[in-house]
């Protein structure tokens, strides 16, 4: 067994210990999946069988579900059904050298299908928060990682661009690191509004883990996520409310204190962030992994240019290796290209195109959501590393179907003001969920 597989069966054996544990001690066994299914949303390559142990887990999650819970069955069979164009490529592509990658493909699909019919509010927020803390303990890991007092899995990597090194955190390479710390961040800042001491502490560990993996999609990835939503807020002219605002000034003046004693106190470490970020648009030919980056999108380019109105079939774009070379035959070990938008083309052509409206029209629709924002983060990201295959994807696109088109505080008086007409105003109990705070 490689280190790679032992790490993968150790976080799955400790994940699904720790799903049994929050069943047995939870008062409501569906909460505690909802929960555990949002943590294995932010894991990378943990499978059973073949099968990420996510699909697994939101299958019993959804056998879980009343009748009576479900809403719009649509997405159910719609979601899968988009997919199924580009899996059929399987069959018959020239260059697919992994038919088993489009049974994941439909695998998701349907668990994000499942996700969008059953998931209430209650549910989304369990999700979410249960995504937080995955995303959380990576970046917890990442930092203990710098610091020396946990072992990285694998050497010091890139000190080139980090004096101490870039951590990894439980996931395989740094830019996932960076990934998942980003949309930590998003979603402690929206969802713990209402718990600034702890907002502060989950924002911190995940805002250490995006800075400290110098992943600079994901950098670029939240800078658009953010500017989104912003240009959203100015164009509908909504504001905060202003306890909201000063909790968040507040939270804000916290961290940038830390930063700033952290870069004082790291001078190198202060100019290798600021030269990373502005590599983003410089042209630099010495920065081996921006040019391994070009090369890449080169090679996907002239397949995309030479392959047949359906593409060279699944797993195709994944022969494009780490300098940009084509492996033909049975050299190539990977089956995922590195530019999600290029990867389905070169996979499908117009086949996968329904693939790729799909995220684009869900990222347009509902980025100001909670979900909708992460969704943004991660897509952004998966330009120069690839998610579209791994559980975390579909479950925002699952969620996000679901979720309004408005900022949750806007939501939560809409409640509020519907429960006053009803007559039976809703009780709220600290550390509990309920309709008046909904996602």
């Known amino acids: 067994m490689t280190g790679d597989q032992a790490l993968q069966l150790g976080i799955a054996i400790a994940a699904g210990a720790v799903g049994v544990l929050f069943v047995v001690t939870s008062r409501s066994s569906r909460d505690s999946i909802s929960s555990v299914t949002g943590f294995l949303g932010g894991l990378v390559a943990v499978q059973v069988g073949g099968f990420h142990l996510f699909t697994i887990v939101v299958t019993v999650w959804f056998a879980t579900r009343r009748r009576e819970q479900y809403g719009n069955l649509l997405p159910l069979f719609l979601i899968p059904l988009i997919a199924v164009p580009l899996a059929t490529t399987a069959l018959y592509g020239e260059l697919t050298h992994n038919p088993l990658l489009a049974v994941q493909l439909l695998a998701l699909s349907l668990s994000a299908g499942l996700v969008a019919a059953a998931a209430n509010d209650h549910d989304r927020k369990l999700m979410l928060l249960g995504l937080m803390w995955a995303c959380f303990t990576s970046a917890f890991v990442g930092l203990l990682q710098v610091v020396g007092l946990v072992a990285v899995r694998v050497e010091t990597l890139h000190t080139h661009v980090s004096s101490l090194g870039r951590p990894n955190g439980i996931y395989p390479e740094p830019d996932w690191l960076g990934t998942f710390s980003a949309i930590g961040m998003v979603l402690s800042w929206r969802l713990l509004r209402d718990r600034p001491s702890l907002r502060t502490l989950v924002l911190g560990v995940t805002t250490g883990g995006f800075v400290l993996a110098f992943a600079r999609a994901a950098w670029l990835a939240l800078g658009v996520s953010v500017i989104a939503i912003l240009v ?120 996968a195109v329904p693939v790729i409206a799909l995220f684009i029209l869900v990222a347009m629709r509902r980025f100001r959501g909670v979900a909708g924002q992460a969704l943004v983060v991660v897509l952004v990201s998966s330009f120069f590393s690839n998610a579209t295959y791994q559980p975390v994807v579909w479950l925002l696109l699952g969620l996000a179907l679901r979720e309004a088109n408005s900022r949750p505080e806007v939501r939560q008086e809409q409640v509020e003001g519907q429960n006053q007409d009803d007559g039976h105003p809703k009780r709220e109990k600290r550390g509990t969920l309920n309709a008046r705070q909904p996602v």
């Open 232 to 351: 959203g807020a100015a164009i509908s002219r909504r504001r905060a409310p202003r306890a909201t605002k000063s909790g968040s000034f507040r939270t804000l003046a916290v961290l940038g204190a830390v930063a700033v004693i952290a870069f004082a106190a790291l001078p190198a470490l202060r100019i290798q962030a600021v030269e990373r970020l502005t590599s983003i648009v410089s042209g630099d030919r010495s920065d081996i992994s921006r040019q391994a980056r070009i090369q890449q999108n080169e090679t996907l380019q002239r397949l995309a240019d030479t392959a047949p109105w359906d593409g060279w079939g699944i797993s195709a774009s994944g022969r494009v290796g780490v300098s940009g070379r084509l492996l033909l035959g049975d050299e190539s070990g990977n089956s995922v290209a590195s530019n999600w938008a290029l990867a389905f083309w070169v996979d499908g052509g117009y086949l």
